[in-house]
């Protein structure tokens, strides 16, 4: 018993700096603000409720993500016919079909 007790705290104490190191790494890779209301600006992105890649954009995007201009093409079927799969961008006018980085957003949109 007293041996798997000296176990317990090593392990909780690794969980605990790991979630917290995840934390604060988050937060670090967020988009500023600023950049992402360039490229919402700048371009269009057009999303779909369930969609996997589209949740990978958002996560990429963060607490910024708002500033996008996004269409979900679940509830707004009507804008998304030249849409076949999503997540896409439309940047001057040219596709960019799947998720994106942010670096390649600020090039494509000259943010």
């Known amino acids: 018993m007293k041996f798997k007790k000296s176990w317990i705290t090593p392990i909780v104490i690794i969980a605990i700096v790991s979630l917290a190191f995840f934390i604060i790494n988050n937060k670090k890779?967020?988009?500023?603000?600023?950049?992402?209301?360039c490229i919402g600006k700048n371009s269009m992105l057009y999303i779909q409720l369930g969609c996997?890649?589209?949740?990978?954009?958002?996560?990429?995007f963060g607490k910024s993500y708002q500033y996008l201009t996004k269409v979900d093409c679940w509830f707004e079927r009507d804008k998304c016919t030249d849409i076949q799969r999503t997540p896409t961008w439309i940047i001057k006018?040219?596709?960019?079909?799947?998720?994106?980085?942010?670096?390649?957003?600020?090039?494509?949109?000259?943010?």
């Open 52 to 60: 996997d890649a589209c949740k990978t954009q958002e996560n990429l």
């Open 29 to 37: 890779n967020e988009t500023p603000d600023e950049i992402a209301k």
């Open 93 to 111: 006018g040219e596709k960019y079909i799947g998720a994106q980085s942010i670096g390649t957003l600020q090039n494509l949109t000259g943010c």
